[in-house]
């Protein structure tokens, strides 16, 4: 085995004779200039070999794809931007691909996550590795581009097979406010993907939200559980700020997710299961739309303790009080708090539970937890009223 330095010196070498290896074989011109000391493989191959073999072992070099066909050969230009690269450029090869990504949600997460309350709250550095990290995956580039590949296709492989797999998705859709790798885990599809491993035989991220017609909009089959808040149908009231859909949107976005049931399913099954998992939907809006409701009527009295004029101001709103997506999880009192993680967090693990199939999310980690923060909602309402009574009486 060479030791590890011979071996680092060796990669610049043996990228070049396998590139010129490789132009013969294709019949490509390829200028000896290219693999100096001053071309992209004469440095990248010496000081970042490892994207170099990441590379060489990607469908771009298959296709004689090089460097300069995405980053261009202005180095200032490629320094300013940071490396990335404008997904207009991917379009011009993958057009179809980038029109279907613009239609989702995962174009618009930097405009979302930057308009937020929450964000404009965060200090620097948690907007940088807590928010933008997964957000950027929205990223606005000066040419108009949004969007940025490489958060699921990684550079410089940029391997369909890598997006295809669950764990591409797992780095953002997890945790408590969108718990939907932790509850496809937990569930028959999860299972089955594991015992199996094939993408094409297990239900996956991919297969059941990127599936069908929906191509690079991850959301083109989903209803009432889509966002962190979910959705409500047109008319239907909203304990706090949720999405709309219109009844032909739902109908229709329905249907795609059936269709792909279908698969594996009876459409009797897969439509109970989905309707099923509607109604734990509207129930848990209902459980937040009375926790929601107490919590106003403390501020309406002047009960709640600190009141909204009595401490930091919010970043929109000022002092009046805030509860739901734009809420925050500083200079609040405990029972907001509380509604905070209700309505953030056990809400959102009961509804995306249901509609991932995890029993236990569902159940325990949802809709019971949501039950013990109305509880507790209730319970210091009742004390703080009592209190504010005492006070109250000469």
């Not at 300069?68 to 050969?73: I, S, W």
């Not at 094409?200 to 690079?216: D, F, I, N």
Request: some cysteine.
């Amino acid at each position: 085995m060479l030791p590890a330095m011979t071996a680092r010196r060796l990669i610049p070498v043996l990228a070049v004779l396998a590139l010129l290896g490789f132009a013969a074989r294709r019949h490509l011109p390829v200028a000896a200039a290219y693999f100096d000391r001053e071309s992209c493989i004469g440095c990248h191959g010496r000081d970042n070999a490892q994207l170099l073999g990441q590379w060489m072992g990607s469908a771009h070099f298959t296709a004689g794809v090089g460097c300069v066909a995405c980053h261009g050969d202005d180095h200032p230009a490629m320094f300013a931007a940071g490396g990335d690269v404008s997904p207009k450029v991917c379009a011009t090869c993958h057009d179809r691909e980038y029109t279907e990504f613009s239609r989702g949600a995962h174009a618009r997460a930097e405009s979302d996550a930057v308009q937020a309350d929450l964000f404009k709250a965060a200090p620097p550095e948690i907007q940088r590795q807590g928010c933008m990290t997964c957000h950027s995956i929205g990223k606005r580039f000066p040419d108009g581009g949004t969007g940025r590949c490489n958060h699921c296709h990684t550079g410089h492989r940029f391997a369909a097979a890598e997006a295809r797999a669950p764990h591409a998705c797992e780095g953002c859709h997890m945790g408590p406010d969108h718990p939907q790798m932790e509850a496809w885990n937990a569930s028959k599809h999860g299972i089955n993907f594991r015992a199996l491993g094939d993408p094409g035989t297990s239900p996956t991220c991919v297969g059941c939200h990127l599936g069908g017609e929906a191509g690079h909009d991850e959301t083109s089959n989903m209803t009432l559980g889509r966002g962190a808040a979910g959705a409500v149908l047109e008319g239907e009231p909203q304990a706090v700020p949720m999405k709309t859909l219109t009844r032909a949107e739902f109908d229709e976005r329905r249907g795609r997710m059936l269709a792909l049931c279908r698969s594996c399913h009876s459409a009797k099954f897969a439509r109970q299961a989905l309707e099923d998992a509607d109604q734990i939907k509207r129930t848990s809006d209902q459980l937040v739309a009375e926790a929601a409701d107490i919590v106003r009527g403390l501020e309406r009295d002047g009960l709640l303790q600190p009141m909204p004029a009595d401490r930091a101001p919010h970043p929109t709103a000022g002092h009046a009080l805030v509860l739901g997506g734009a809420g925050l999880y500083t200079n609040t009192s405990a029972i907001e708090q509380r509604f905070f993680e209700m309505a953030r967090f056990h809400h959102s693990i009961t509804f995306k539970g249901a509609y991932h199939f995890s029993p236990d999310h569902t159940h325990w980690t949802g809709y019971a937890a949501m039950q013990a923060d109305l509880t507790f909602i209730r319970d210091e309402a009742r004390r703080l009223r009592a209190e504010g009574l005492r006070h109250a009486t000469p």
